[in-house]
């Protein structure tokens, strides 16, 4: 394989992460240290950044900015919700692409994110094969969603994880210190995946762990869950539930697009609802059964928590980034950085490796029903098993004027190579 | 002062917190040294448990139990919200609570809480005095509201604070990787006191902080809040904004209560509100703007978020419970332990001291006047001063099995002494 040489341009997408400037960090520092790559370059906001010519130069930032990512929530570089076309059908957008990378001479393109960015940057691969034009491309995972395909686990998913597993098992301990009845309803993401939900039952490690657990994987039928609800309340007054937000009934209707109206329950609660699964949930519970129930919507609290995060998933996703560097200045291109779980003696491994772009673009990766309990009410000792070792570790926050010191970027533009 | 033999007890009432437990574990680890104090007992769910007789040995416990109360978040001894007659119209209660602390020979009362509890401690302390039994009763504080009076700051505070702090400083740095308008709503605790709320002005310290800070000491005027937003949204195109949940218009009407026919807008909003301030503030904002706008309610988050507690808060919890010991053994008695700063040199400095019982009863501390901006929509720097030395330090949390292990009680009953 011949030397590549030229500049590399990091881009995230998607919602951010705990870490997902870990993985930033992960490439920039790499690709900093590698005598082929010309110049270390991010488009702010992902592809939108290239596409608007908003390209910056990481190189000047100061060494201390870049160790600082590493503790750093949410995506310095920003970030975008962009579609791109089937280059097929226009390709106006990746005429565009490919005139900014001839612009710096870009010749590594890594992006990170989840399947839409995975979506994205294969795109951009099979466009750029049919160009004369050498750039090699690979995607660097992130999702707190934990549904990339062809992954043992995606950086992102761990920190989230913890954030949920300790924040339920405080809501727990909190709930169970009066002597009365009280239900809790916690709303937890994954409109289409169940893994952020599962991980609340990490906190039966600590505590009581919640009553019930309910993932989109699995129909949810109402009857069934009173029945459920009733049985448990007969023993216990205080009843923790955990939902993902994309729990839908056997007809694929949402829940959390339910009105009373639904339940045929008239009362003082019966307007439609507005509001998230947690709204609706808690006032269906109220009407049912006239306990005192109380919504928790864990919303973007849970999304770039790193005040929780895991070390093992910081790493990881630092990890991630760097193998992604590696692996484009060894000539490979069209592919996603993946983890492989090297699990010996019950020691937990992660090893880094290659998946084809195309396998993972657009697909999702599901909660297995043999990881979820006969009922559909919780997740086995099997889903727990695979969750902990990804959420080890606490992460050392610098702190500053006694908060944690968060990176600031130069955002010094790049300057053009050819014009 | 003689001394005066016999058994100890603690309750603890009113809502939970991250280092409620350190206030027992520093009451309970004195009291076990002191050689006129012949046994530690506790009262689950405070005041409820000593009229139910439901009393549990604590020297029967593990010293590693103990230890592990410093970093268990909620209270292990549980709680309750019971509030005591008038003695002198009804002493049901009191010849009842008299009679259990005959019965186990129990000479000195901590009672740890806030406002509620800092009556409830009063009511019992002036109907000893009347009483021909000696016995001694201290007020240990407790608040995350941070409102009781006479002393400088209330044990939790300080972790609720920090928890918040760095949510919304989180929240903050996940709104702005998108290059779109966005309003995020959070609602924070404080129903008549915006020290929770104010404490999210922190967050400015490491990233943008929020754009406005609406705390229930001053009133809320709708009119003049949309003007401020329009005039924000002119530069800004993500704003957040942080709202005690105890806003009130001028009329004393909470804004919770609003619904959007108080604005008259007349729209697919239209319902009465369900749910607290983040949905209404969430729907009025959405109609009047037709921006996207996100509510966020830490509710039940902030209370026990041990995970982001706050050393020198959890400190000075252990602190006000040993001092309480120390004060009783010494003769003390219808006193509340409470804490002086004494900052010198910038050097911040907590000094445990004792007020009178009866200046603290149902008496409320809001933050003053002037540390709210002259807008009345955030906080000054005077404010955050106050608060910065009281979130400093981490909890170093021991671990087992991948997640905090938190003590477990074996809640052994008290042997009576008298029957």
Known sequence: MSELIGACLIGQSGGPTAVINSSAYGVIKTALGKKCITKVLAAQHGIRGVLDDNIIDMGKEDAETLELMLTTPASLIRSCRYKL???RE???DYKRILEIFKKYDIRYFFYNGGNDSMDTCNKISEYMATQDYECRIIGVPKTIDNDLVGTDHCPGFGSS???IALSVAEVIKDVHVYDRDAIVVIEVMGRHAGWLAGAAALSKICCEGPAFIYLPEVPFDMDQFFKDLDEFHK??????LVFSEGIKDKHGKFISEYGINDLNITDEFGHSQLG????TMSNIIRAKTGSKVRGIELSLLQRCASHAGS???RDEAAMAGAFAVEAAVSGETGKMVAFRRD???GIYKCTPV????KEVANAEKCVPREWINEEGNNVTDEFIEYVVPLIQGEIETPYEHGMPKYARLKRIPAEPVNE
Chains 1, 2 share one sequence.
């Open 161 to 163: 994880a913890k954030y």
């Open 343 to 345: 699990t010996k003696y």
């Open 354 to 357: 290659l998946v084809d772009l």
């Open 90 to 92: 226009d390709d106006t």
């Open 311 to 313: 070390k093992t998933d």
């Open 276 to 279: 998230g699964l947690a709204a």
């Open 235 to 240: 023993h216990h007054k205080r009843i923790v």
């Open 85 to 87: 076309k089937d280059f």
